[in-house]
């Protein structure tokens, strides 16, 4: 077990504060991730405030995380020490059913594990971005290319690939018109990406 520092809800009405978390010990498959940049996501603010529900506290958000591979499991073969990478909204799914193997692992047919506030592999919480590190199964961290800052790169964890998926899905590209409702965090990145 690794304890390391974070920011985090202990209720949905306080502010967050600095407090330590448990992340697992790096297992054959894990990656573990110094973290640089985490953006705020609106669903993690309406997670601790419990507007989608009841939730475990203490909580911390975020799932827009990049940062530094600082460590790696025993039979990971996608990342090396030194790595730039990136976590999105989920760090698991059962791996076998028609969606997974298809790559579809956000569709999971047993239920994805997100980022946080999600059970684990081990049956803990999950706990997401605001946090120094995170441990994440390779196969659910990215590669961040070295042209772009970690800053530019965190947002678009969520945001970014909420907007580019319905982009690609409809074949926005040269020549084709996009109309984006709502310039908010997630429309000004359509409009760039478009
Ligand atoms: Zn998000
Ligand atoms: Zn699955």
Redesign the pocket.
């Known amino acids: 077990m690794l304890t390391v520092k974070a920011y985090g809800a202990t209720s949905a009405t306080d502010p967050l504060v600095p407090l330590e978390i448990d992340r697992r010990d790096v297992g054959p498959n894990d990656v573990l991730i110094e973290i640089r940049y985490a953006g705020i996501c609106h669903s993690d603010i309406h997670t601790v405030r419990e507007e989608w529900g009841p939730i475990t506290f203490p909580q911390v958000v975020g799932h827009e995380i990049v940062g530094v591979v600082a460590e790696i499991g025993s039979a990971v073969t996608k990342h090396a020490v030194g790595d730039r990478v990136g976590v999105g909204c989920m760090v698991n799914?059962?791996?076998?059913?028609d969606?997974?193997r298809a790559g579809d692992?956000h569709l999971?047919?047993?239920g994805n594990t997100g980022t946080y506030n999600s059970v684990d592999v081990d049956g803990t919480i999950t706990q997401g971005g605001y946090s120094t590190h995170v441990v994440v199964n390779e196969d659910f961290v990215l590669r961040v290319p070295e042209a772009i800052p970690y800053d530019k790169a965190a947002p678009l964890l969520c945001a970014g690939i909420t907007t580019y998926s319905p982009l690609a899905a409809w074949g926005a590209g040269p020549g084709k018109k996009v109309a984006v409702v709502g310039l908010g965090g997630l429309g000004h990145m359509a409009v760039k990406i478009a």
């Open positions: 799914s059962c791996g076998e059913c969606e997974c692992e999971c047919e047993n």
